[in-house]
């Protein structure tokens, strides 16, 4: 399989490739210095610099099982990570952005981040809790205690927070298949944002607040696999104004974590060849 790492420009609707390789890589995150993404490979981190790209290792110590969830923190200062190396399934852990020894925060597995609020202070994440094991939406103050703010409706996953902290988009299956639902940041007023056919994912506010990007799966989808024809669209924050902007073959690993550049100009993702 190609791996091709791409940004999208919003005002000349045209993609440019940064990076094409072999090894399988995926969801970009853009720094907020606008001048490196951080991708995920072969269960290790790396970075590529735009004005010099190249896969350039970052040190996570002994995280050495990273899946694709990951990011950066809106200062720069920090990297969240999700990694199975304990061998009890996937747990957070934060280390500086420059590399080095992982923290873990998560208090149980498996949890896999997904957002961080744009104060810094606040991370959105998936996990399963209890006997059932069901997969919800989960936020967790830094130094703070994690909730727990859906209830085993369905499979939800995918949180992120809007630009100005006060909403968290994801993605849920409870009424039949994925579609993109939203809710106050403390999980109340919890509504779906639009009705569609295709099998909806990962929504990605824009940090200006003007956009919401996603990932469409075809009607039928199971889950979020990889290598299906797929479609990345775009929508306003209350999911009107719906458009398909591009569609390759895709899913798993081609967005599944904040992928926005700081100034909303544009965005990174990963799309695939057989």
Not at 3 to 8: A, V
């Amino acid at each position: 399989m190609r791996c091709f790492l791409e940004i999208y420009d919003l005002a000349s609707e045209t993609s440019r490739v940064v990076l094409q390789t072999d090894r399988h890589i995926e969801a970009p995150n853009w720094d907020p210095s606008g001048e490196t993404l951080l991708i995920n490979a072969e269960g290790r981190l790396f970075r590529v610099a735009l004005d010099a790209p190249a896969l350039a290792p970052v040190e996570t110590g002994v995280a050495v099982k990273l899946n694709n969830d990951h990011g950066i923190s809106p200062d720069g200062s920090q990297i969240v990570i999700s990694s199975h190396h304990e061998g009890q399934g996937s747990q957070i852990y934060l280390l500086p952005a420059k590399g080095g020894d992982p923290i873990r925060i998560s208090p149980e597995a498996p949890s896999w981040w997904h957002g961080w609020s744009a104060d810094g202070k606040v991370l959105a994440y998936v996990a399963a809790r209890g006997e059932k094991k069901v997969i919800d939406v989960y936020t967790l103050p830094l130094g703070g205690v994690e909730s727990r703010l859906t209830m085993g409706e369905g499979h939800c996953d995918g949180p992120d927070f809007s630009a100005d902290g006060r909403q968290i988009y994801y993605n849920c299956d409870r009424d039949g298949h994925a579609q993109i639902w939203v809710m106050a940041a403390d999980g109340t007023g919890q509504r779906k944002l639009f009705a569609d056919d295709y099998v909806n994912w990962f929504p990605h506010p824009s940090p200006d607040g003007q956009h919401l990007l996603y990932l469409a799966y075809p009607p039928g989808t199971l889950g979020h696999p990889a290598n299906l024809p797929v479609a990345l669209c775009l929508c306003d924050l209350r999911g009107e104004n719906r458009r398909r902007i591009l569609e390759f073959i895709g899913g798993q690993g081609t967005m599944n974590v904040p992928n926005w550049a700081p100034d909303s100009s544009a965005f990174a993702y990963v799309r695939y060849e057989p």
